[in-house]
């Protein structure tokens, strides 16, 4: 198991922060994990009838993570941030590739994107607000859990996904 995967294991006696922190980091690395070394083909491939892809959920997991940590928390005008390819009128934009997208873009967007959430969170405590236009008020402790949850069940998402397409399984894969 690789280091970024092995973190959360050795949190069992961490902080609060440090904790969540880990376990957010492992299930980027296992979803990171999930679309490096796809070929472009096999990561636009969809195996299920909502069309869904491996590297559509990184590059959706991106925006998420642009969304809940900038916006959100560090509460930036969206006008200040990249567009997101979500719209009023389709969004699940940010869900599919465009023939733009490439395997290694998606990474090096989703790379970039966590590693600037990190040193977003870290200039504020668990118990800071943030607020969400439709759920209001909300701390960043709720925000790394949502985060959490969302991760690891779009990484389950792929873990699927990627056994379909080349039967591989695993959390380095």
């Known amino acids: 198991m690789t280091d970024a995967l092995s973190k959360a294991t050795r949190t069992t006696t961490a902080g609060e922060r440090e904790t969540l922190e880990a376990f957010l980091d492992t299930y980027r690395a296992i979803l990171r994990g ?14 299920v009838p909502s069309g869904t892809t491996i ?3 990184v590059k959706h997991l991106r925006w998420v993570e642009q969304s809940w940590i900038q916006q959100v928390l560090a509460g930036t005008p969206a006008d200040q941030l990249p567009a997101s390819p979500s719209t009023p009128d389709d969004i699940d934009g940010d869900l599919r ?12 967007d989703y790379d970039a994107e966590c590693q600037r959430s990190r040193e977003t969170a870290a200039r504020f405590e668990l118990d800071d607000i943030g607020r969400h236009p439709r759920r209001g008020e909300v ?3 709720w925000i790394y859990t949502h985060l959490i949850e969302e991760t690891a069940r779009h990484a389950g998402h792929a873990d699927i996904l990627r056994e379909q397409i080349d039967g591989s399984t695993g959390l380095d894969v």
Do not use: C
Not at 34 to 47: F, H, N, P
Not at 98 to 106: R, S, Y
């Open 55 to 57: 590297g559509g959920l």
């Open 34 to 47: 999930k679309l490096d070394g796809l070929s472009e083909v096999d990561a636009r491939r969809s195996t």
């Open 139 to 141: 701390s960043l402790r």
């Open 97 to 108: 590739m465009t023939p733009e997208d490439t395997v290694d873009g998606l990474l090096a």
